[in-house]
């Protein structure tokens, strides 16, 4: 991605200081090149409104994404979509799988940048293949412990 946009309370933090350059170089990495993706950085209130009202699921998600419908390979800065992810929710799932915050949330970023490019994991078959494309992303970025505790 061209462009990473990242909104909330925890933008700015010194916790949230070290997981943005791991977040970026992901989004560096993944196409298309020049597409804007705008993160959100949410609460448990406010994810869960979202995930009643567009996903019409009780409670707050680890990670919701929204698509603009996809970004042209030729445009400059085309949006592609919007990430939202729940900081307690992150911290809960990465003790959890005995992972650190940072290793958590690059693995909700990459799926959330996974889903703007058209994965789908509504079948068995098509979750098998979203995550193995996943996980091939991850690897060199992640250990293959933590790789592990993440796709489990």
């Known amino acids: 991605?061209?462009?990473?946009?990242?909104?909330?309370?925890?933008?700015?933090?010194?916790?949230?200081?070290?997981?943005?350059?791991?977040?970026?170089?992901?989004?560096?990495?993944?196409?298309?090149?020049?597409?804007?993706?705008?993160?959100?950085?949410?609460?448990?209130?406010?994810?869960?409104?979202?995930?009643?009202?567009?996903?019409?699921?009780?409670?707050?998600?680890?990670?919701?994404?929204?698509?603009?419908?996809?970004?042209?390979?030729?445009?400059?800065?085309?949006p592609l979509g919007e990430i939202y992810l729940c900081w307690a929710h992150l911290r809960r799932g990465a003790k959890r799988r005995g992972v650190s915050s940072k290793a958590y949330a690059a693995r909700l970023l990459v799926h959330g940048l996974f889903h703007l490019r058209g994965y789908l994991h509504d079948t068995v078959t098509r979750e098998a293949r979203m995550e193995a494309a996943e996980r091939r992303f991850l690897r060199g970025s992640l250990s293959e412990r933590v790789l592990k505790r993440l796709f489990v």
Do not use: H
Not at 15 to 30: I, K, N, Q, T
Not at 39 to 63: F, H, P, S, T
């Open 1 to 78: 991605m061209k462009a990473l946009i990242e909104r909330g309370r925890l933008a700015g933090t010194a916790e949230f200081g070290r997981l943005s350059p791991l977040l970026r170089s992901l989004a560096d990495r993944c196409p298309p090149r020049r597409a804007v993706v705008e993160i959100n950085w949410v609460g448990e209130r406010k994810m869960a409104v979202l995930n009643r009202v567009y996903k019409r699921r009780a409670g707050a998600a680890d990670i919701l994404t929204f698509s603009y419908g996809g970004a042209s390979e030729g445009v400059p800065e085309s």
